[in-house]
C-alpha cells in the first residue's frame, strides 16, 4: 500500500487552517456577545424621593 504524502500533507494544512479559522472566528464571536450582553444590561432606576411626588393634604 502506497501512501501519497503530498495528499496527506495538503489535508493536514488544511485542517489546521480550519481548526485556526474557528477559533479565530469563536473568540471575535465571545467578545462580540460579551460587548451585547454589556450594553443589554438594565440600568438602575432612579428612585424619586418621596416628599416631591406628594402633594400637600
Same mark, same amino acid.
Given at each position: ?9 495538503? &489535508? ?6 480550519? &481548526? &485556526? ?37
Amino acid at each position: 500500500m502506497q501512501i501519497n504524502y503530498p495528499v496527506v500533507g495538503l &489535508v493536514i494544512v488544511a485542517i489546521i487552517i480550519l &481548526v &485556526v479559522w474557528i477559533v479565530k472566528t469563536n473568540m471575535r464571536d465571545e467578545k462580540d456577545f460579551e460587548q451585547e450582553i454589556i450594553e443589554s444590561e438594565l440600568k438602575p432606576k432612579e428612585h424619586k424621593k418621596p416628599g416631591k411626588d406628594k402633594k400637600a393634604l
